[in-house]
């Protein structure tokens, strides 16, 4: 258990750090899209696991277009969009 100051002290941490994070989204966001055309990222391997209707997607590094290609495939397949319960983002 912790003390109501300590908690304090931990949501003032996270709110900072969220803070931060949020303002390099948006500086990120404001920047022209460049497609990552690096081949280690290119063979990065992604997972996809379904399990009790669930459905996880674990991006790794893979390229943003062939992730959205293979989704889109998948969604033709069903005849419906894909949904996606979890979604591990690559890293920046």
């Not at 081949?39 to 991006?59: C, D, F, M, Q």
Request: glycine share 4%.
């Amino acid at each position: 258990m912790i003390s109501a100051t300590e908690g304090a002290h931990w949501f003032d941490f996270l709110h900072g750090t969220l803070n931060v994070a949020n303002r390099k989204l948006v500086r990120r966001l404001k920047e022209p899209y460049e497609p990552d055309r690096t081949v280690p990222n290119g063979t990065s391997i992604a997972i996809l696991a379904e399990y009790h209707n669930r459905r996880v997607l674990l991006a790794a590094d893979a390229h943003p277009e062939r992730l959205t290609e293979s989704l889109k495939s998948l969604a033709a397949e069903e005849g419906r969009s894909f949904p996606l319960d979890a979604f591990k983002l690559a890293h920046d």
